[in-house]
T-cell receptor
Framework: GAVVSQHPSWVICKSGTSVKIECRSL??????MFWYRQFPKQSLMLMAT?????????EQGVEKDKFLINHASLTLSTLTVTSANPEDSSFYIC?????????????FGSGTQLSVL | DAKTTQPTSMDCAEGRAANLPCNHS???????VYWYRQIHSQGPQYIIH???NNETNEMASLIITEDRKSSTLILPHATLRDTAVYYC????????????FGTGTRLLVSP
C-alpha cells in the first residue's frame, strides 16, 4: 500500500523554540494532507487541512500563527510548531490521500512525539 | 460528518472472531462507512470501507445493515497483534473530505 513518511519520530525541545515536522508521500502524489494531534488516551483531533499551493484550512480553535503549515509540493507538507510551550507536547500525525486513488482511503504517517521542556 | 457510536472497549480470545459494532443512525445516502485502527503509539491504519454492500478484504469483513444505520467489523481470527483502538467513521466520498475520528473501541485480544 501507499507509504507516508513522517519525520522526526520524536523530538524534545526547549520552551520558546520552533519545531518542524515533515510529512512525505513516498510513492504517490497528494494534493491534500491532514494534520492531527493526539493527547494520551484520547482520540485524534484534526488540526488542519493542508492543500498544495494554497493556504491551509484550520479547524476551529487551532491557532494558524502557532501551527504553520506549508504544502509546497505534491509529496511534502510540513507543520511547524512555533514558540513551543509544554502544553504543545503531544503526538502529531499526518495523513495523505492518493490523488489517483478513487477509493478515498487516507494513509497515515507513523506520528511524531513532541515533548516541550 | 454523521456521528458514530461505538462501545468503549471489547475483549476477544485469540483465534476467535472479533465483532466490533458501530451505530450511525444519522448517516446520509452519500456517506461511506470507514474503519481504521490504531495500534499504540502508531499512526492509524486503514482497514476497510463500504457504502451499502458487505465488503471483505484480506484484513476484515464489513457488514452493513440494510437500513445503513449500523455496521459490524469482523476480524475472523483475531491475533494478539490485532489489539488496537478501532475507529468507525462515516464520511462523504469525493473531493478531499476530511476524516473526523470519534472515541473508537479499544479491542484487547488475549491468549
Amino acid at each position: 500500500g501507499a507509504v507516508v513518511s513522517q519525520h522526526p519520530s520524536w523530538v524534545i525541545c526547549k520552551s520558546g523554540t520552533s519545531v518542524k515536522i515533515e510529512c512525505r508521500s513516498l510513492d504517490f502524489q497528494a494534493t491534500t494532507m491532514f494534520w492531527y494531534r493526539q493527547f494520551p488516551k484520547q482520540s485524534l483531533m484534526l488540526m488542519a487541512t493542508s492543500n498544495e499551493g494554497s493556504k491551509a484550512t484550520y479547524e476551529q480553535g487551532v491557532e494558524k500563527d502557532k501551527f504553520l503549515i506549508n504544502h509546497a509540493s505534491l509529496t511534502l507538507s510540513t507543520l511547524t510548531v512555533t514558540s513551543a510551550n509544554p502544553e504543545d507536547s503531544s503526538f502529531y500525525i499526518c495523513s495523505a490521500r492518493d490523488d489517483s486513488d478513487s477509493n478515498e482511503k487516507l494513509f497515515f504517517g507513523s506520528g511524531t512525539q513532541l515533548s516541550v521542556l | 460528518d454523521a456521528k458514530t457510536t461505538q462501545p468503549t472497549s471489547m475483549d476477544c480470545a485469540e483465534g476467535r472472531a472479533a465483532n466490533l459494532p458501530c451505530n450511525h443512525s444519522t448517516i446520509s445516502g452519500n456517506e461511506y462507512v470507514y474503519w481504521y485502527r490504531q495500534i499504540h503509539s502508531q499512526g492509524p491504519q486503514y482497514i476497510i470501507h463500504g457504502l451499502k454492500n458487505n465488503e471483505t478484504n484480506e484484513m476484515a469483513s464489513l457488514i452493513i445493515t440494510e437500513d445503513r444505520k449500523s455496521s459490524t467489523l469482523i476480524l475472523p481470527h483475531a491475533t494478539l497483534r490485532d489489539t488496537a483502538v478501532y475507529y468507525c467513521i462515516v464520511r462523504v466520498a469525493g473531493g478531499f473530505q476530511k476524516l473526523v475520528f470519534g472515541t473508537g473501541t479499544r479491542l484487547l485480544v488475549s491468549p
